[in-house]
Nanobody
Framework: VQLQASGGGLVQAGGSLRLSCAAS????????IAWFRQGPGNEREPVLA????????YFIDSIKGRFTASRDNDRKTVYLQMNSLKPEDAAVYYC???????????????????WGQGTQVTVSS
């Protein structure tokens, strides 16, 4: 599966962005999708993952209540809605895929099989 992330941009603190991760290839619904982010000088960290059906999501504490994910398997797209953005959310955001039954905790980057290119999110204070 090939992935392409988009939707990044510049937003003021408190604002919102919606990222998209569009897939091509077959059997998209077989893949759990995760969003990672990597800020300057930081390691790439998992932010949120959504199960194959979209019925379950797992996320890090710092985004709880602010970020949500959804997916449209017919459109082969996963969305990351980011609200109440903070300067510390600024990073390059990546989506990744793995054919797995999703459980907690979030898997680290080395466990994901397919990656999209990043999309930059900048949050001004």
């Amino acid at each position: 599966v090939q992935l392409q992330a988009s939707g990044g941009g510049l937003v003021q603190a408190g604002g919102s962005l919606r990222l998209s991760c569009a897939a091509s290839g077959h059997s998209f619904s077989r893949y759990a999708i995760a969003w990672f982010r990597q800020g300057p000088g930081n390691e790439r960290e998992p932010v949120l993952a959504i199960s194959r059906s979209g019925s379950s999501t797992y996320f890090i504490d710092s985004i709880k209540g602010r970020f949500t994910a959804s997916r449209d398997n017919d459109r082969k797209t996963v969305y990351l809605q980011m609200n109440s953005l903070k300067p510390e959310d600024a990073a390059v955001y990546y989506c990744a895929a793995k054919s797995v039954i999703l459980t907690a905790p979030l898997l680290p980057q080395g466990k994901w099989d397919y990656w999209g290119q990043g999309t930059q999110v900048t949050v001004s204070s």
